[in-house]
């Protein structure tokens, strides 16, 4: 049996500073710690970061002194939230997240009309919207154009900005980027931002390169996990066999025996010991 494992598999840096950081403070600090929704998608890190003390919280509005921001990022409103009722932020929102805040506060401000690619209930988009102004609208896929371009038609606006969530899918990009600039003619000025995070497209083309090479191909990652599922997505369209696993008790050993090529990749919330 051959197996390739991928070298892009599991935790990327934004991450992985934030389990880190968490670890640091609950081992200094103790419990109880607020985290603003879960501090990953991957149910076995949450876990065990649970049992040391972290709390998990919806709402802002449940905390009760110190919250962890992670690494998706977080709405405008949480931050003046925090604000006003002096609550203590460690933001350990990823800097390439941060980026994007605040370029699209920067292009709101010189009214251009913003085009955000993202899956429109992930965290990280609903963070980012939060800062580009009413003239926006998030686009998830294809279906979502046509009403997008009624939005800025109606907005007269002749400035356009293209951009995305850092985990969206690269091909997904492309098709889009190129439909709307189809669309739109030359009186219209368009900066399209290719912010999808490096991290995320080497790991989907590593997978696209592994999927074409074997008969199965196994993802590892957190059913809840935006960036896993994609990947499950990407191996799909080159290997006929797909299986999206969360820890080694999800694989039975009867379901692979029948392979002599296999593939593994890992999403971004996956820690090493799972892969
Ligand atoms: S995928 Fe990229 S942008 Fe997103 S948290 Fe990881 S390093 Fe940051």
Redesign the pocket.
């Known amino acids: 049996m051959n197996i390739i494992v991928g070298k892009n598999s599991g935790f ?4 992985k500073h934030t389990i880190d950081k968490a670890n640091d403070e609950l081992e200094k600090y103790g419990g109880p710690l607020d985290c603003l929704g879960e501090i990953i998608h991957n149910k076995q890190v949450v876990e065990s970061l649970e049992n040391r003390g972290l709390r998990t919280i919806d709402s802002i509005e449940d905390a009760e002194d110190k919250v962890l921001i992670r ?1 998706h990022g977080v709405s405008k409103s949480v931050y003046e939230y925090a604000d006003r009722n002096n609550i203590r932020l460690i933001d350990l929102t ?1 800097p ?2 941060l980026k994007i805040h605040n370029q699209v506060e920067d292009f709101a401000k010189k009214n251009y009309f913003i085009f955000l690619f993202g899956i429109k209930n992930h965290p990280e988009t609903i963070g980012t919207y939060s800062f580009c102004g009413v003239n926006s609208y998030v686009i998830e896929s294809k279906d979502d154009v046509s009403p997008a371009l009624n939005l800025l038609y109606s907005s007269n606006l002749r400035d356009v900005l293209i951009i995305s969530q ?2 969206f899918s690269l091909s997904l990009f492309n098709e889009l980027s190129e439909l709307i600039m189809n669309s739109l003619d030359s009186t219209y000025n368009i900066h399209v931002e290719k912010s999808i ?1 490096n ?2 497209s080497l790991r989907q083309i590593e997978t696209e390169e592994i999927a074409a090479k074997v008969d199965l191909m196994i993802i590892i990652g957190g059913k809840n996990s935006s960036n896993t599922k994609k990947l499950c997505d990407v191996a799909s369209k080159y290997c006929k066999h797909v299986i999206h696993i969360e820890t080694k008790d999800d694989l039975s050993l009867e379901s692979v025996r029948n392979f002599s090529n296999i593939g593994i990749m890992a999403g ?1 919330s996956t820690p090493r010991i799972y892969h």
């Open positions: 990327c840096a934004g991450v690494a990823c390439k997240v850092t985990t995070c991290a995320t971004a």
